[in-house]
């Protein structure tokens, strides 16, 4: 900016003194101090000249502190929209970072509300299990939907990813005999919640059961097969374990 004032400066001068040496010609003289060769063509400049121009400073720098002080102001005003221009995108960038902030909240609860899953005993082909002579956990390896993949089919463990209040079911069926029903309890981490019993003698029978629960994040819901007791299935999936998530807390 200093260079082009100090250009603008120099110009200004040489244009006032240009318009003071064309306005003498015009009227016919030749400028004060300025001598013309036989050929027409200027002399130096005599020191008379110099005086014609040197009055016009002071008006050129009256100029130029009008420039100055409009350049100023031009300058303050950019400044200020600068800064209300950066205020502004930093605004909303702040808004964008907490809109995003929400959106992954969100999709993180839409996550952790997809809870669900159902599995029966078997993976493939028929059988019975028991009796045992204790209780024997029970490990449902056919999964039809795993929804949120809390339950684990290598284990039978469903285990719990939010607080919330979850919805359980299992049915369990046999074919009769003489000794042994069928019999199986909802265990969460470790405690004995509901069972299911059934005796019978010939036939199959089946029973079933089910329990609302509230767990904490990391709790352990599983099934196991009742002491002395026999369970069944096969393709038709008799003895199933369910659950779902029905609202977090």
């Known amino acids: 900016m200093k260079t082009t004032l100090c250009f603008l400066f120099l110009l200004l001068i040489y244009s006032l003194c240009s318009r003071e040496v064309q306005s003498e010609v015009d ?5 004060p101090g300025k001598q013309l060769s036989d050929h027409g063509r200027e002399l130096q400049d005599t020191p008379n000249q110099q005086q014609t121009c040197r009055p016009d400073v002071n008006s050129v720098l009256r100029e130029m502190s009008a420039m100055l002080a409009e350049q100023r ?10 800064q209300a221009q950066k205020a502004k995108l930093e605004s909303q960038k702040i ?17 952790v509300q997809q809870v669900a899953f159902s599995a029966s005993l078997l993976a493939s082909g028929s059988g019975t299990l028991g009796p045992f002579n204790t209780h024997t956990p029970l490990v449902f390896k056919h999964v039809v939907t795993n929804i ?9 463990f469903f285990i719990a990813p939010v607080r919330g209040v979850y919805q359980f079911e299992f049915y369990i069926g046999v074919y009769g005999h003489a ?9 969460k981490n470790g405690d004995h919640i509901f069972a299911a019993y059934e005796h019978q003698s010939s036939n199959f029978v089946s029973s079933s059961n089910g329990a609302k629960l509230l767990l904490e994040v990391g709790d352990v819901v599983h099934m ?14 008799h003895t199933t374990f369910s659950g779902n998530l029905l609202f977090t807390m």
């Not at 808004?95 to 996550?111: A, F, I, Y």
């Not at 949120?148 to 039978?156: C, R």
């Not at 000794?179 to 265990?187: I, K, N, Q, Y």
């Open 148 to 156: 949120g993949n809390a339950y684990n089919p290598n284990t039978g």
């Open 27 to 31: 009227n016919g003289n030749s400028p």
């Open 179 to 187: 000794s042994h029903g069928t019999a199986a309890v909802l265990v």
């Open 95 to 111: 808004e964008v970072e907490k809109q995003k902030t929400q959106v992954d909240k969100l999709e993180q609860q839409l996550q």
């Open 224 to 237: 196991k097969l009742w002491e002395n007791s026999r369970v069944f299935d096969n393709e038709n999936h």
């Open 73 to 82: 102001v031009e300058i303050r005003h950019l400044q200020k929209e600068n």
